[in-house]
């Protein structure tokens, strides 16, 4: 689409610094304004900028406030995908600079847009950030009890694995030779214990939005008949992506979680690198502990929804199928654990956007 002017914002909770690029003449007008969308509003409409317009500014912590806001009042807004922005190379950075650099990139087209949520979407996706910024504080106090024991050369022997009732147990129970000793560990179990209930609570929280949400519960339906992929990790999919149609194919969607390897090419020769760990961390996490179930067995009948249509259950079964070959050659070929799982966290990428989008 061609517009006349674009208006970039470099947007924070207080302040937007706004350039509104006239693309006709070339001119540019720039200002300081509040946080206050209304504000941002009043100055377009005093300055009678050439239409069509529309504005710009960068995904972030400031969210999608501004871009409904804007919406509403019949003003275009796209939020830019920071991740997929081309990299800068001037050496000097501000605010300006920064609002005036995308209005430029979405005058060149390079500007990948980033899907708006609903503020309803929004909470669903501040819920299932919450659950995993809690599971992984709790992942850190555990590390923590592990690395003390560690340390004070204490051994628990009595079950193979920790965590365990029998280990709380033990833990409970358990007196150091030095009485401080006693006092950070009793301390930093607290820490694991009190993290556990939260998670707990949190979950308990998901389970009543789920059971509330009829739609809800139907889409995450298809996502749970894909092994390795429980209710929280389908109830972040859709709460994170939504609307999987809005990708062109597998490939696009492993693309947007950052699953896919970097490479450096040039003539003839092709160099693939790491992943390139763009997008969106929090599924990208998710999808990589669902890959490493592949490497143990999977039981192929399960639990028949009525609301899956036989053949998506039927994809599902062929993907745990092909996964765990794949998870076996990859393994006869000696390759590193966590880059073999991030491998089938990648294919499975492609088939978990094929089940979502396959017709009811």
């Not at 003390?148 to 920790?162: H, V």
């Not at 990589?288 to 599902?316: I, L, N, Q, T, W």
């Amino acid at each position: 689409m061609s517009y006349s002017t674009i208006v970039g914002i470099d947007a924070h909770a207080r302040k937007n610094s706004v350039c509104a690029l006239v693309l006709e003449t070339g001119e540019v007008r720039r200002s300081t304004l509040s946080g206050d969308p209304a504000q941002l509003v009043s100055w377009i409409d005093e300055n009678d900028f050439p239409t069509p317009l529309h504005c710009v500014y960068e995904s972030g912590p400031t969210g999608f406030g501004l871009a409904r806001s804007l919406g509403g009042e019949g003003i275009p807004c796209t939020v830019a995908a920071v991740s997929k922005l081309p990299r800068r190379t001037d050496r000097q950075k501000n605010d300006k600079r920064d609002a005036e650099w995308l209005a430029r990139m979405l005058a060149c087209g390079s500007v990948r847009p980033v899907r708006v949520p609903s503020p309803e979407e929004e909470a669903l996706c501040h819920l299932s950030r919450l659950r995993g910024e809690v599971a992984a504080d709790l992942r850190r106090a555990k590390q923590r009890v592990a690395s003390f024991l560690l340390l004070t050369r204490t051994s628990y022997t009595l079950t193979k694995a920790r965590w365990t009732k029998t280990f709380y147990q033990w833990a409970g129970s358990y007196e150091f030779e030095q009485a401080a000793d006693t006092f950070v560990f009793r301390m930093k179990m607290n820490a694991v214990l009190r993290l556990a209930e939260r998670l707990a609570e949190v979950e308990s929280e998901i389970l009543r939005i789920i059971s509330g949400s009829a739609e809800l519960a139907g889409r995450m339906a298809r996502f749970e008949c894909i092994h390795g992929i429980g209710r929280v990790g389908a109830f972040s999919l859709v709460c994170e992506v939504y609307d999987f149609e809005r990708f062109r194919n597998g490939a696009a969607f492993a693309s947007f979680m950052g699953l896919v390897p970097s490479e450096s090419s040039s003539g003839g020769k092709t160099s693939h690198g790491k992943i390139a760990k763009t997008g969106n961390s929090h599924l990208r996490r998710i999808l990589v502990e669902a890959a490493g179930c592949y490497s143990r067995g999977f039981k192929a009948v399960r639990r028949e929804d009525p609301r899956v249509p036989e053949a998506v259950r039927a994809k599902a079964e062929k993907c745990a199928k092909r996964l765990m070959g794949r998870r076996a050659a990859l393994r006869k070929r000696n390759v590193n654990p966590n880059k073999a799982k991030t491998a089938i966290a990648r294919e499975l990428c492609e088939w978990i956007y094929h089940i979502a989008v396959m017709p009811a």
